[in-house]
């Protein structure tokens, strides 16, 4: 994708990506401007009757009552701005930035926030020149939407805060002008329109499911790899036992794995003389628990993709409709649970998909069940450990995505003197679930490593040609382990070839 025309439509994941990683250049469509420009008219008209209308000439929240002058209207908009970038911790990546301001441009270009359209050409022009502001990742709760993180994001837009540009951070106004992009003075609304949303929870769980999605895919093919390696059946994977429960993620990752293994000189090696009926869970079930968080991502995806053309500011701008002039109404569309119980969702999917690939890595490893594999994989076990610290790491890493699978979305504190008294915490959602995909990526790293060593002691055979281009493939980042070194490097270059899409072949 060369360019991504925004006109406030709901976007993919994989177009979401395609601005946030993949630079893709963005532009607003001719329709967009014209429905902006309207929605703009009506809040002049609104201004220019003296009509008192909340956000445009009224203070925030608990604060909704006070009428504000009109003199004094860009000052309030600044201010709003400023008071609320109160964000700490560290920065959101430039990806994840990238992805909140190619999501409020476009929720913007839907027409329903009362913003000139040189705002809405702004955002754009900040990612076209690769102005990415720095935004704390903590702060949010999701209600009135994310306002820290993106309070954050509107001081670039005015010349303030700091931003990152050619890999340099640096203060707001001088990455505008060094990209010669000048910045914009807010009048009547647009602070508001800015701060309102649930942008920063959807662009870092956007680019969270995206990588899930990537992981769940090639757990089944690591999972063959181990299943190999252990010498272990398919016949569970038959397709009649799947279309007998035919959920569809189930009979999708039975399929796949039947794929992936077809043409094994392993298998056929043990076809005969194989005394087991059945394999341990970790192995047998694949299907089940593979599918079902393949099930569980797409219904996260679907609620992402909804959420990014959704108009989730407020109040909405509705001009000229039903033939009355138009209306602004307040309403509660910022709120974040939709996105808050699925990111909790994920991440309980997510967590057991971590465990269960963690069960095979100790099957792979531990002698009493590794089917004759060398203890922990090593060429000289007790002179090596072999694997060994690698199945402890991944225990220590699924650990910790159980603790961060407790949901967030049930966490609910009242805020901003009780007018905001029920939030919905989905950017502490999204940040849980990006984390426990990171942990996954490395737990899926640990298994390729440790399958693809196994698979090396069961030579002269080899399995499918599909398994074996896997072999080769995880060997081009990892070499074999012939005596003990240190893990630390091969597991995190594992994970970022996962991470980065080096290893997306195979996908299907």
């Not at 006070?66 to 209207?73: E, G, M």
């Not at 909790?344 to 963690?358: H, N, Q």
């Not at 922990?376 to 694997?387: I, R």
């Not at 060997?475 to 970022?496: H, T, Y």
Request: charged share 20%.
């Amino acid at each position: 994708m060369d360019t991504l025309i925004l006109n406030g439509q709901a976007l993919t994941l994989a177009e979401i990506e395609a601005v946030a990683l993949g630079g893709c250049r963005v532009e607003v469509a001719e329709d967009a401007r014209g429905r902006v420009t309207e929605s703009r008219s009506l809040i002049e008209s609104i201004l220019a009757a003296g009509e008192t209308v909340y956000g445009v000439n009224t203070g925030f929240g608990k604060l909704a009552d006070v009428r504000i002058p009109a003199d004094k209207l860009a000052e309030l908009q600044i201010n709003l701005v400023r008071s609320h970038a109160g964000g700490v911790g560290e920065p959101l990546a430039e990806a994840e930035a990238r992805a909140m301001l190619v999501l409020r441009a476009n929720v913007l270009a839907k027409g329903f926030s009362g913003v000139r359209a040189e705002l809405l050409e702004l955002l754009v022009g900040l990612l076209n020149a690769g102005v990415h502001p720095v935004i704390p990742e903590k702060g949010s709760v999701g209600a009135s939407g994310d306002l820290a993180p993106l309070a954050h994001l509107a001081l670039v837009v005015v010349g303030e805060g700091e931003a990152f540009y050619r890999g340099e951070r640096i203060v707001g106004g001088e990455a505008l002008r060094r990209a010669g992009l000048k910045p914009l003075h807010l009048t009547a609304k647009e602070g508001l329109a800015l701060l309102n949303g649930t942008q920063a929870m959807t662009a870092v769980g956007a680019l969270a499911t995206s990588r899930a999605l990537r992981v769940v895919e090639l757990c089944d093919l690591s999972g063959a790899m181990s299943l190999e390696a252990l010498k272990g059946t398919p016949a569970a994977f038959d397709a009649r036992i799947h279309k007998a429960r035919p959920h569809a993620g189930q009979i999708a990752s039975a399929a796949h794995l039947l794929r992936l293994m077809d043409g094994s000189e392993i298998r056929e090696s043990h076809r005969e003389h194989d005394s087991r009926v059945q394999d341990a869970y970790c192995l047998r079930c694949m299907p089940q628990v593979h599918g079902a968080v393949r099930g569980v991502l797409e219904h996260v995806a679907a609620v992402l993709e909804t959420e990014a053309g959704s108009a989730t500011d407020n109040p909405l701008v509705f001009p000229g409709e039903s033939g009355t002039g138009g209306a602004v109404i307040s309403g509660g569309n910022f709120h974040g649970a939709p996105l808050s119980y699925a990111f909790d969702y994920g991440a309980l999917a997510m967590t057991d998909l971590a465990g269960i690939t963690e069960r095979r890595v100790d099957r792979l490893l531990n002698p009493d069940i590794n089917e004759g594999l060398p203890a922990f994989l090593s060429t000289d076990p007790g002179l090596s450990s072999g694997f060994m610290i690698a199945q402890i790491v991944a225990a220590a890493l699924i650990n910790e995505c159980q603790v961060l699978s407790h949901p967030s979305s049930t966490g609910s504190i009242p805020t901003d003197g009780g007018k905001e008294d029920h939030v919905s915490m989905g950017m502490t959602g999204a940040i849980k679930l990006r984390q426990i995909v990171e942990h996954a990526e490395r737990i899926l790293a640990i298994e390729l490593m440790c399958a693809a060593q196994a698979l090396e002691f069961r030579r002269p055979l080899k399995s499918s040609a599909r398994i074996e281009e896997a072999h080769d493939a995880v060997r081009k980042v990892v070499p074999r382990l012939e005596r003990d070194r240190v893990l630390a490097p091969d597991i995190e270059a594992l994970a970022g070839a996962i991470r980065s899409g080096k290893l997306d072949g195979w996908r299907e």
